[in-house]
């Protein structure tokens, strides 16, 4: 079985700064991992996705993760926010084998202080 | 840009009563899925659907819940007798093929009253 655990339910970071969104995963087989975005009162956005070539990955608006098995994690990163990048990140994980359900964390709200 | 669309953003409905949640997928993706988000709670799957069957289905998919590809176009999710507790944000998605990403829609928010 495949689970997803998001380490904070809410990080506040100043604008500027780096931020990080923690997430560790569990699962049986080869894991596809994802970051998805969710602005408010919008659907869900991808902003990254692994799927087991390279471990760095980097995505939209200046976003990347790093897969770490040794560590089971897959933490989201960005050296400098921005005001929109406020939202509720999700951390997904599906598995390839079988490949079809997602499965989602609990969510991180990232709040940026001007 | 190419975008999964749902219709209504917004529907209430009083319980018991069926209500019918209605998706345009990307046209040539072949995989469908609904998923839910009941306020405050995480993002959970429903069902999986392919080639005009079902391919995967959570335990919360039970018998009041149906699924359809009526015309080629839309994808419809079906509860045919509302409860309270089916009150959440509806999230449908798509794919082209298996090592595709899902790309979602915006959402239906269902008030069961």
């Known amino acids: 079985a495949q689970s997803v655990t998001q380490l904070d339910s809410h990080v506040s970071v100043s604008e500027g700064t780096p931020v990080l969104l923690r997430c560790n995963y569990s699962s049986s087989y080869s894991p596809s991992l994802f970051w998805y975005v969710q602005h408010p009162n919008k659907g869900l956005q991808l902003l990254l996705k692994y799927t087991s070539a390279a471990t760095l990955v980097k995505g939209i608006n200046g976003f990347e993760a790093e897969f770490k098995k040794s560590e089971t994690s897959f933490h989201l990163t960005k050296p400098s926010a921005h005001m929109s990048d406020a939202a509720e990140y999700f951390c997904v994980v599906s598995e390839n084998f079988g490949n079809e359900k997602l499965t989602f964390g609990t969510g991180t709200r990232l709040t940026i202080i001007p | ?113």
């Open chain 2, 1 to 113: 840009e190419p975008e999964v669309t749902q219709t209504p953003s917004h529907q209430v409905t009083q319980m018991g009563q069926e209500v019918i949640l209605r998706c345009v997928p990307i046209s040539n993706h072949l995989y469908f899925y609904w998923y839910r988000q009941i306020l405050g709670q995480k993002v959970e799957f429903l069902v999986s659907f392919y080639n005009n069957e079902i391919s995967e289905k959570s335990e919360i998919f039970d018998d009041q819940f149906s699924v359809e590809r009526p015309d080629g176009s839309n994808f419809t999710l079906k509860i045919r007798s509302t409860k309270l507790e089916d009150s959440a944000m509806y999230f449908c998605a798509s794919r082209w093929d298996s090592t595709d990403t899902q790309y979602f829609g915006p959402g239906t928010r269902l008030t069961v009253l």
